[in-house]
């Protein structure tokens, strides 16, 4: 019934002139890569966390805003094929701190700011326990760990306003 009132509408639109534009699907994949840094820095709680058993890391190159996702090698992780680590990215620049808190920000708060994009890594072996690097400057990011069905991710989101 939705589709139907959807294309309804849409015909009706297109009857009396107007142009529709529907929302593309995000393009993460472009924002997925940055230059990467020479030094990583650990970034210690609340942005780094036990999510699904195992301590991930959100890491910071600092010099350029580059940022990833890892799952230290001798942390409790036991490796399941199919483990999906993510880093999400705040689609808008944002500053360091959340403005009405001063604190860094929180997960409702980037989706009233407008949401975000992902870049994920499939584990396929105990060797590939990092994301690739994005470019996190300005923008807020966060630390995900998926296995099988459960998705769990850091509440807080840093903010790399150094470059």
């Known amino acids: 019934m939705p589709s139907r009132t959807l294309r309804t509408a849409a015909a009706a639109a297109l009857t009396a002139g107007?142009?529709?534009t529907f929302p593309q699907p995000a393009q993460a994949a472009k924002r997925c890569v940055s230059q990467s840094g020479s030094v990583?820095?650990?970034?210690?709680?609340?942005?780094?966390?036990?999510?699904?058993?195992?301590?991930?890391?959100?890491?910071t190159a600092r010099s350029n805003g580059a940022a990833r996702a890892i799952v230290?090698?001798?942390?409790s992780y036991r490796f399941r094929s199919g483990d999906i680590?993510?880093?999400?990215?705040s689609i808008r620049e944002l500053p360091k701190y959340d403005p009405?808190?001063?604190?860094?920000?929180?997960?409702?708060?980037?989706?009233?700011?407008?949401?975000?994009d992902y870049c994920e890594s499939t584990l396929h072996s105990t060797d590939s326990i990092r994301t690739g690097p994005i470019d996190?400057?300005?923008?807020?990011?966060?630390?995900?760990?998926?296995?099988?069905?459960s998705?769990?991710?850091t509440n807080d989101w840093y903010v790399d306003t150094n470059g």
């Open 85 to 89: 680590l993510s880093i999400d990215r």
């Open 151 to 153: 998705l769990q991710c």
């Open 100 to 116: 009405q808190t001063g604190k860094p920000w929180k997960t409702h708060r980037i989706e009233q700011m407008g949401g975000w």
């Open 18 to 20: 107007l142009i529709l």
């Open 40 to 59: 990583w820095y650990d970034l210690a709680s609340p942005y780094s966390g036990s999510l699904n058993g195992a301590w991930v890391t959100l890491q």
């Open 72 to 75: 230290h090698p001798g942390s």
């Open 136 to 149: 996190g400057l300005r923008h807020a990011t966060r630390v995900c760990l998926r296995r099988g069905t």
